[in-house]
T-cell receptor, first 113, second 110 residues
């Protein structure tokens, strides 16, 4: 069974631009969670989608948004990029979400210049 | 407030030596508990998890962890480390949202 895939793997943007990251979960998984990983703040939960609905949200500004499609693929969008948004963005999928075992993708490395 | 503390940012052990990585948490109720490992440039891989039952949990790659409710701890152990165990280890807890510790980077001396 294929794992979680994230595209693109690397991305360079400039301040003020917007970016969209994509995550394809493991087949049959309906929950997708997004995390931001930075050296200073560590791994921080962004949001979780389950069956196309946002079920949980972390403490991030409204510039960070996401959505999930009927095939469970998810996208994350960051508008008006700031230097501090440079991070590894990780996506994780699970069958039901919550404390269920999450399987992580390799991440998208975003660099904001 | 909910939090996870991994007090050791870096740990260095010799190959073949035993290992213990510490994790303490603060949470309203007994949460679900996880240990993940991350190799450079990779995503996170689940080593083991605790939901309920036996407080000594066996995981992959020869790792185990013990849940101690009285100490709010979930320490990870391995009796004999291999050079390939060098990586960053994350303790995580949660019931709906998962909270991660800041990680412990493990270095292995040959």
């Amino acid at each position: 069974k294929a794992g979680v895939t994230q595209t693109p793997r690397y991305l360079i943007k400039t301040r003020g631009q917007q970016v969209t990251l994509s995550c394809s979960p493991i087949s049959g998984h309906r929950s997708v969670s997004w995390y931001q990983q930075t050296p200073g703040q560590g791994l921080q939960f962004l949001f979780e989608y389950f069956s196309e609905t946002q079920r949980n949200k972390g403490n991030f500004p409204g510039r960070f948004s996401g959505r999930q499609f009927s095939n469970s693929r998810s996208e994350m969008n960051v508008s008006t990029l700031e230097l501090g948004d440079s991070a590894l963005y990780l996506c994780a999928s699970s069958t039901t979400g919550g404390p269920d075992t999450q399987y992580f993708g390799p991440g998208t490395r975003l660099t904001v210049l | 407030a909910q939090s996870v503390t991994q007090p050791d940012i870096h740990i260095t052990v010799s190959e073949g030596a035993s290992l213990e990585l510490r994790c303490n948490y603060s949470y309203g109720a007994t949460p679900y508990l996880f240990w993940y490992v991350q190799s450079p440039g990779q995503g996170l891989q689940l080593l083991l998890k605790y939901f309920s039952g036996d407080t000594l949990v066996q995981g992959i790659k020869g790792f185990e962890a013990e849940f101690k409710r009285s100490q709010s701890s979930f320490n990870l152990r391995k009796p004999s480390v291999h050079w390939s165990d060098a990586a960053e280890y994350f303790c995580a807890v949660g019931n709906d949202k998962i909270i991660f510790g800041k990680g412990t980077r493990l270095h292995i001396l040959p």
